[in-house]
């Protein structure tokens, strides 16, 4: 499947799979599952660059998620086979750079090996709850969040439009490209001298697009002053429960190392 | 503007920055209630046509009055939402996340208060049998039903005049079938274009003939579309039941839409 075509499925999966589920995630309020998720986040880059193994109990937040999430587990490791070539280009350097020797578990090697790792792990967890809450939640519901937790209508706005905008763009695109290819005969890619004509032309294309939506926008009496009112939301105490827990986890987690505390244990129930 | 009319053209012209003109000194009244199908060939200004009805384009020259604007020009942010227009491929106007939220842009931006979009959209979602889409993803949905949504976008504004371009173009024949009972059973007046002279033949008592941005002719649609010549001349054939049997030459006489359509027939006059 071409690669365009590739990722058109996969975003217009991310809604799909989030579609009229129901699992106690969705139930909670948008806004209380997006909280928790900031503070996984500001948790998870609030940490040193050296530490990696006092990151590793936060894998439970995305592990929780992915069980109410659709999202198979093959299907997330091809999401994110996509993102870490990324975080390696980022942090591969580091190990050159850091070349000052540290040991752990009895083994020297240079720091930037940590802060490398370290950048890895805290990319995939990342990656994989933002993946895991978009389609659990669906966009519709992040949308929703946002405007619970006061982000500007305009703001929110810009966001949904600029999804459905790269969405058009890639749509147009594969058009674009699958005409071209009908006709290329044999040859196989894109000619040099023809990417000008072709991302022209999708210019256009979209510019075009864009300008009927913006006028089917105003038709709908679409004006930016004009408020759009937070969407409806009581929280209950479940949704209270959820922010509580978690925040008190994150806390925990991110002011005594977990994982040492538990090595430190186990040496000494098993002395040997 | 006489009595009755709700939209009015007066001597209109337009043309798209650089380029000739689409519509040319055009002048036009609706009234009435039911369907008014404006038909020509590609480029005849159709689609401009109801653009500029809708106040999205403003024309270079004349004016297009509206009843409810206090017979001001009409101007889609003094009067939101009271001409609803239906564009011509429903990608253009759906674009939020889910199909209620997207019905549900048009009430707010009326300034309605939260219980009353709801029952806006869930009017609209039922009027239109597409509750069940309420939260899926618009882009994902089929043609047919995206065309139902947008639709619904419209519905859910109220409008006192529903401009439709092309609304059963690529459409299955069920899907047909089942936009144009659903356009019949609508309340507002509907200016409806189309290429597809068999549904218009179906949903619209009056017809306007354009040709080259100028109006050919009006009248009642059984009196235009049993004109080959007249329809000829606007680069279009009569309805395939009414060109009969290639084989036998036998003509079908189906009965006509506006005879089945009972009163408040709309009206059009130039």
Redesign the interface.
Known sequence: MPILQQCLTWL?DF??LA??RSTPLNRRQPAAVFLVAIAFLVTLMSFSRYQVAALLPLAIYPALLWGFSPLSLARLASFLLLVEPIIICLGILHPWLDTRPVTVAGFVFAQGWLVFLSLLVRGTLATSSVLLLTTTL???GL?RGLRQLRVPAWLVLQM??T??YI??LLEETERILTAYRLRSGRRTGVRLGDWGSLAGGLFLRTYD?AG??H?????????TH?P??VP?GTWVAQDYLYVLLWFAFFALVRTHDLPSWLGQSLERIFPW | MVNGVLLEARGVSFAYPGGPKVIDNLSLSLSGRQSIGVVGANGAGKSTLL?LL???LKPNSGEIVFAEAGRAPVN??TT??R???A?Q?P???L????VS?DVA??P????LA?TEVQERVTTALEETGIGHLA???P??LSGGEKRTAALA??LS?QPAVLLLDEPTASLDPLARRRAMRLLASLEPLKIITSHDLDMIWDTCQQVVVLKQGRILTTGATQDIFTQPELLGEAGLEPPLRLQGCPRCGVAYSPPFAADLAGEGVAAVSV
């Open positions: 217009r809604d799909h579609d009229s669906g966009l519709d949308w949904a439009l999804y459905r969405l058009v697009r009927r939506v006028q089917a926008m105003l038709l709908r009496g679409f004006a004009n759009s009112p409806p | 653009l809708a106040g999205a889609p942010a939101p939402g001409i609803g227009l564009f491929n990608d253009d106007q674009f939020l996340p889910s939220e842009f048009g707010r931006n009326q300034g939260a939260r899926r993803p882009f994902q976008s419209i504004l």
